[in-house]
């Protein structure tokens, strides 16, 4: 009975981890320029860390991306919409400004649109 009672417990408190993990590491996930003028790095390696970056509408921010993946498709960094293309060589801190006047979602991704994230202009 008692028994029974510890195992229900502790499982339902390895259910509540396991939920508060799932979505705090999605939020960990997200970078956001809070202020001013700002840097963000951004580390290429399976695809985009962060993935979700937060950028203020009028303020330049200067994405720091940098490639320690071996994959050749990640080489490319582009933003379409913005008309942003650049090439990332292994282990170099590449600058990407950006300005973005609207607000809105504009989305990135590598040479060929497998990995991808999003720049959220608020
Ligand atoms: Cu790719």
Known sequence: MILSKII?????LILIG???WFFFGKK????EVLDGQGEIKVTVEGGYKPEVIKLKKGIKTTLILKRTDTNPCLEDFIIPDLKIKRYLPMNKEIKVSIKVDRVGIWDF???MNMYHGKL???
């Open 28 to 31: 960990s996930s997200t970078a």
């Open 8 to 12: 229900v417990t502790s499982f339902g």
């Open 18 to 20: 396991f939920i508060y």
């Open 109 to 111: 991704h590598c040479g």
């Open 120 to 122: 959220i202009v608020e």
